[in-house]
């Protein structure tokens, strides 16, 4: 036996491509288009004057990070839980909460590091389809329907890549019938319109929802996602995370994550703005001939007329457009366009048109 | 049942305490008493250049890290994988390579995380004694006595919390009698006057050396940790990874991370400088009547004369200065004192001087 035999084998998640060049319009991985809260450029000037406590090990509970998201969530600081961006977050989630052996279930057409991560762990997963307009069908995760005794369900609201959302009455619907085991609810794009689960918090203890810095606070870059549940979940939550790493938040995480957190006027400008542009942006694609779920994220996931997805996701990247194409069932006759500028996205509407003859 | 049935529980890895004031002798988590090269200033202040960047990705490769550790190691990128602390980097490894369902070998005292890792994922091990002189004896990784097909072998070398270093012929042994599983080499400490296993990679593609920027770098805070191997183990390793978070390294990681690693002459200079100090010290530790194993790492583990260890500790705490005292069978006996600058050992040898009488 060689000790390849031994080793993990599995099939990682692909992002979307990060193209080197930067004279591209990037509308390909849902980053924000503008810069993160201006607190934050003052934090990275003044993490000289830290430069001397760069030699030890951060504050290994993020203090400052966690009460800034405490302040701003209106919730106590141990109901909060940080992580190495969103991703991190959920990787604990699933190691912490998904593994009774019993099955968990998330939407098929959902984000595509779910089955990545039950693929990580073995965890068996079921993918109900979602409807026809790319809307979860509530019934697929209640007891009548699964049995009950589920592992765990996870869905994003609004859902990704469809940027479809689920009325709260139906979420809450989910979280109500299925009080053993743990719902996630991943908050990635709520901040572009949608209704947050948060208020549940204070009827169900099986909830936890995540969030994350990486759109609506323009801070992928420094890779900060946070869950927020009631404080015997989180502490489940820190008890496996400190028995993985105990310090993943670095000390410029902490000191810029604080400052995109504290600025609330700039995030709803910078939120507002998107949802201005977006809501231009469907009036052209239907202009246009597209067809498209009703998105309330910072993107919009539409089926071109006239030609196939592919061949435009080709056509628009050869003008230097970078969207996002899924060659998988049910979805590869969409793209993905992420909400940038509204300059940016008036490129890509002439380009559109351009195209499309 | 309820969800918490349904949940991972775990005792989690217990940190040395970050104490929140900073007016004291920090001597109890092995940072570096030193700040970090140079480099990392300037490149914290360049910081805010990148702030329109923070809204991005960062790369999830880590390009510009990655290249400057192949220069420096003079080794190709691809053998390099890099994670949050060489705690994310071991923790990766655990999942990557000891999953085979068979135990895995690690001394009996030795970093204290490995035996966490192990019940977080559910990994038989076994921990053979370290000899009374805490060396390790090589023949209890040896297939004579394991009966060979193990699961995995890690071991920090030099030891911690013992400081002491095996010779790299009998590391090789280990590596050589045991190529149907991983053998992972943790070098935290291998800076201070250790022999690193890197020159063993040619010889055997079942070897994983690991580091980290926490000591010898002074970058404790900034969280950099990294493996090195041959291709096969590290993209094995990079499968998981992606499987997991595809972007672990932040924007000022990889900035500040980058410069901490290419000043080979600041790098020289302080850790000869703690060598230096640790000679000394250890002088003062024999004329107090201290016993301790001969140490090539960036503390001393001692056992003090006329009371007990922990009586010292804590006299040592009301003095402000903070060193490591474990509460655990065979080392109870000793502290683990960091070695921090000639000024703060004077003050540390004094203190002992007025405890001890």
New interface residues.
Partial sequence: ?????????????V?GE?PKDRDVI?LN?N??????APG??RA??A??E???????????DATKLVNALADYYKVDPYQIFVG??S??VI?MCF??????G?KILFPDITYSFYD??A??YGIPYEQPALKEDFSIDVRDYLPERTGG?L??IIFPNPNAPTGVEMPIDQVERIIEAN????VIVDEAYVDFGGTSALPLLEKY??LLVVQTF?KSR??????VGFAIGNK?IID?L????????????????IE?GTEAVTDAAYFHEITGKIIKTRECFKQDLRDLGFTFPDSKTNFVFAKPPKMSAKDLFMALRERKIFVRYFNKPRINEYLRITIGTDEQMAKVVAAMKEILG
Same sequence: chains 1, 2.
């Avoid at 980053?31 to 993160?36: G, L, V």
């Avoid at 190691?95 to 009774?100: E, G, I, K």
């Avoid at 820190?238 to 995480?253: C, E, H, R």
């Fill in positions: 036996m060689s000790w390849e035999d031994k080793v993990r084998k599995v099939e990682p998640y992002a990060q990037k991985t980053e924000c288009p503008y810069p993160p934050v450029i990275a000037e993490l000289k830290h430069y001397g406590n760069l030699r030890l090990y951060p504050d290994m190495v961006g991703d991190d990787a190691m912490t909460f998904f593994q009774s019993k990545v991560w693929e990580l005794d592992g765990g009080p053993d085991c743990v203890d099986n990486s323009a801070m992928a870059g420094q890779r015997k489940y820190k008890d496996v995370k400190f028995s993985f790493n105990s310090y993943t938040m670095n000390l410029p995480a810029l």
